[in-house]
């Protein structure tokens, strides 16, 4: 059945720097969707993009889909404390509305 | 967007005992969902429930062991039947958000489930 990998696992920044995690399907996908965990809470939807090569914006973060629709990336400009928490990537699988990937735990050290 | 909440918050069970979560929302939706989330891992969805009929439940998941309700368009409920320390977890609801050309999920604050 379809996977969605999410690489890295883990990441540790320092606060300014970037943060890139990456998000790969073995099939295409209709569209791809970001959410953020912050330790001890619920997951929270940042994004959805639907359209091949789409890039999107939410200030600090950008979004990626893939030409193929089978992968995507989130990218951070200039850390700061605030991004800690889990970025999971998910999408829809045959009557599977969502099936998340493992997550990216980010870290980030003032 | 929509407001969920979930009951209890958390809990400590002992084994071979059951539990019922619930799930409101603040607004009416048409497909509400059910996950479960190991400490520090991903989410698996357990089952969609729809008012009206049966839950559709994912694989590994069997309607024996996590039953499930949806009484009406604003309600869920599902009980973690005759429990063992591997149900030990968190338990979300979720619901389904469509805006415009976006498809999204709006998930609950969770159930942390301790089995003993």
């Known amino acids: 059945g379809q996977q969605v990998m999410q690489i890295p696992q883990y990441q540790h920044v320092q606060e300014g720097e970037d943060f890139t995690t990456y998000c790969n399907s073995s099939?295409?996908?209709?569209?791809i969707q970001w959410y953020k965990q912050r330790p001890g809470g619920h997951p929270v939807f940042l994004i959805q993009l639907v359209k091949s090569g789409e890039v999107k914006k939410q200030k600090r973060l950008t979004f990626q889909f893939g030409e193929a629709k089978k992968n995507s990336s989130l990218h951070i400009t200039a850390t700061q404390t605030t991004d800690v928490g889990t970025y999971f990537c998910?999408?829809?699988?045959?009557?599977?509305?969502?099936?998340f990937g493992k997550g990216t735990r980010l870290s980030v050290i003032a | 967007s929509a407001v969920i909440s979930q009951k209890p918050s958390r809990d400590i069970c002992q084994r071979g005992t059951s539990l019922t979560i619930q799930c409101q929302v603040d607004?009416?939706?048409?497909?509400m969902f059910w996950y479960r989330q190991q400490p520090g891992q991903s989410l698996t969805l357990i089952a969609t429930a729809n008012q009206g009929s049966e839950a559709t439940y994912e694989s590994g998941f069997v309607i024996d062991k996590f039953p499930i309700s949806r009484p009406n368009l604003t309600f869920s409920t599902l009980t973690v039947s005759n429990m063992s320390p591997e149900d030990s977890s968190i338990y979300l609801c979720?619901?389904?958000?469509?805006?415009?050309?976006?498809?999204?999920?709006?998930f609950g604050p969770g159930t942390r489930l301790t089995v003993l």
């Open positions: 607004s009416q939706v048409t497909m």
């Open positions: 099939t295409t996908l209709s569209n």
């Open positions: 979720s619901v389904e958000w469509i805006k415009g050309y976006e498809d999204t999920q709006y």
């Open positions: 998910a999408g829809p699988r045959g009557n599977t509305p969502l099936v």
